[in-house]
Nanobody, 118 residues
Framework: QVQLVESGGGLVQPGGSLRLSCAASGFTFSRFSMSWYRQAPGKERELVGA????????NYADSVKGRFTISRDNGKNTVFLQMNNLKPEDTSVYYC???????????WGQGTQVTVSS
């Protein structure tokens, strides 16, 4: 059974940091690119950043460049999102995504809430 379980969300003050984790199981993690998306109330889900299966290529949305860092540990089947200098506009539900384009497989986690507020 495929599972993506996010953790690490919460309430943080502007300028603070959080580290999200996404633990994967039920599929060959090292063969999937991993991404973080977010969705704020009333808005469409947007890509935050993505990392290829071997971690060679990483890209970020312009809104988070220089503040957020994606990394992965293929030995622990986990992908991370380090978020620094958080802003109120970063408030969203953050989702983990696993994708293998060749096999047409696409999996989602249940999401974790991040709220940035003073």
């Amino acid at each position: 059974q495929v599972q993506l379980v996010e953790s690490g969300g919460g309430l943080v003050q502007p300028g603070g940091s959080l580290r999200l984790s996404c633990a994967a199981s039920g599929f060959t993690f090292s063969r999937f690119s991993m991404s973080w998306y977010r969705q704020a109330p009333g808005k469409e889900r947007e890509l935050v950043g993505a990392i290829t299966s071997a971690g060679v290529s990483i890209n970020y949305a312009d809104s988070v460049k220089g503040r957020f860092t994606i990394s992965r540990d293929n030995g622990k089947n986990t992908v991370f999102l380090q978020m620094n200098n958080l802003k109120p506009e970063d408030t969203s539900v953050y989702y983990c995504n696993a994708r293998n384009a060749r096999l047409l497989l696409n999996y989602w986690g249940q999401g974790t809430q991040v709220t940035v507020s003073s």
